[in-house]
């Protein structure tokens, strides 16, 4: 609907001439049928799927973020472990080889004490490696570029930031 008003007059409050228009426009879309209907119908299907892959996409990178989360974890309970077998195997070295300056072992016991020792350092390596790498993941998985060993202030993950990926 429109409408207009037109006063013409010298002073504001003398008799002029005026004049007034009033209109009204409507319109129908009468030849389309149900194509406005089917439009709508297609484009809320599209509206579902695309929140469908959306949400799957979250729930990936969720379990992404977890998984290498834990899998950080586990190395980093794995190099514990590592450690402490390391410290054991050095110290059998020590006692075997004091037993052996004392003539209560032979050099095959101290050998094989000393490539225990060996495997045990290569493990922790190893081990060191794989920590490395579950934490390259990690940084990955959250859209980090290089990892918190490397670059520390560039890669902080933290229990509560792994959360937030829920």
């Known amino acids: 609907a429109r409408g207009a008003y037109e006063y013409h007059g010298d002073e504001l409050f003398s008799d002029g001439s005026d004049s007034t228009t009033l209109g009204v426009s409507l319109k129908f879309n009468l030849l389309n049928g149900t194509g406005d209907y089917h439009q709508i119908k297609q484009a809320k299907s599209r509206l579902q799927s695309m929140q ?29 472990a590592t450690e402490e077998a390391v410290r054991q195997a050095e110290e059998g070295l020590r006692i075997l080889e004091q ?12 050998l094989q004490t000393e490539l225990a020792l060996a495997d045990a350092r290569f493990n922790r390596t190893k081990v060191k490696h794989d920590l ?13 570029l290089y990892t918190r060993f490397l670059e ?15």
């Open 52 to 80: 469908t892959q959306l949400d799957s996409k979250i729930n990936s990178v969720s379990l992404n973020v977890k998984t290498a989360y834990l899998s950080l974890q586990s190395a980093e309970q794995r190099l514990k």
């Open 99 to 110: 037993r052996y300056q004392e003539g209560a072992a032979g050099v095959i016991d101290l």
């Open 132 to 144: 490395l790498l579950e934490n390259a993941a990690l940084c990955r998985s959250v859209g980090h």
């Open 152 to 166: 520390p202030d560039k890669c902080p993950i933290l229990p509560d930031e792994v959360n937030a990926f829920q």
